[in-house]
């Protein structure tokens, strides 16, 4: 089975500041994938960006990157540059290449404070 | 086709009425999933079709539950028997699966269904 953790239940950020998102993942599946997702207060789980377990190189989307360390099992999410619209919660998820289903974390609240 | 809809966005229903609802994936999608978000709490996985068949339940998915996807486009979630602790918001998602790799999956704005 997968499972994973997200320890912070809340985080502020100062506006243009960066911030780390922390997300560590436990499975025995070696070929796995790896996601965040930002969920605004209206709901909709947004993708905003995805790291497979053998990639070479952490994924990067605009703003966003994910600091990952395979050996930690860690998979952490780094927004750059923050803005006010970032405010949101922001789960992790995983999903083995054997598996169906998506697994998420308890998510984290982040505050962008102007 | 921009994105995963979901129909309704509330529901508010009584204990003990059924309920249903509709999501339409993304078109070109094969898999198509249902979770349910209680309040503080990530997604949980309820069921999952790859195209038209049901592959996967949860054992979240009680005997009250029932979801259908015919013709492997839309699918519906059916609620038997409502009881206050069905009320959650449930998330309808959709992915493009290629050969066994894993791709992210979209996700619809939810229906948030309470039942009173």
């Known amino acids: 089975a997968q499972k994973i953790t997200q320890t912070q239940p809340g985080m502020f950020v100062q506006e243009k500041e960066a911030v780390t998102l922390d997300c560590t993942y436990d499975?025995?599946?070696?070929?796995?994938?790896l996601f965040w997702y930002k969920q605004p207060s209206s709901g909709e789980m947004i993708f905003l960006i995805y790291q497979g377990s053998y990639d070479q190189q952490n994924a990067t989307e605009g703003r966003y990157s994910l600091n990952f360390q395979k050996a930690r099992k860690s998979a952490n999410l780094v927004i750059s540059a923050s803005q006010l619209g970032d405010s949101a919660m922001y789960f992790c998820a995983m999903r083995a290449n054997t598996g169906n289903q998506f697994y998420f974390g308890t998510g984290t609240s982040l505050t962008v404070i102007p | 086709d921009t994105g995963v809809s979901q129909d309704p966005r509330h529901k508010i229903t009584k204990r003990g009425q059924n309920v249903t609802f509709r999501c339409d994936p993304i078109?070109?999608?094969?898999?198509l999933y249902w979770y349910r978000q209680t309040l503080g709490q990530g997604p949980e996985f309820l069921t999952y079709f790859q195209n038209e068949a049901q592959l996967e339940k949860s054992r979240l998915l009680s005997d009250r539950f029932s979801a259908e996807r015919p013709k492997g486009s839309f699918s519906t979630l059916e609620i038997q028997r409502t009881e206050q602790g069905d009320s959650a918001m449930y998330l309808c998602?959709?992915?493009?699966?290629?050969?066994?790799?894993?791709?992210?999956?979209?996700f619809g704005q939810g229906t948030r269904l309470t039942v009173v």
């Open positions: 998602a959709s992915s493009l699966e290629v050969g066994g790799a894993v791709t992210e999956a979209f």
């Open positions: 078109s070109e999608h094969n898999r």
């Open positions: 499975t025995s599946d070696p070929s796995y994938g």
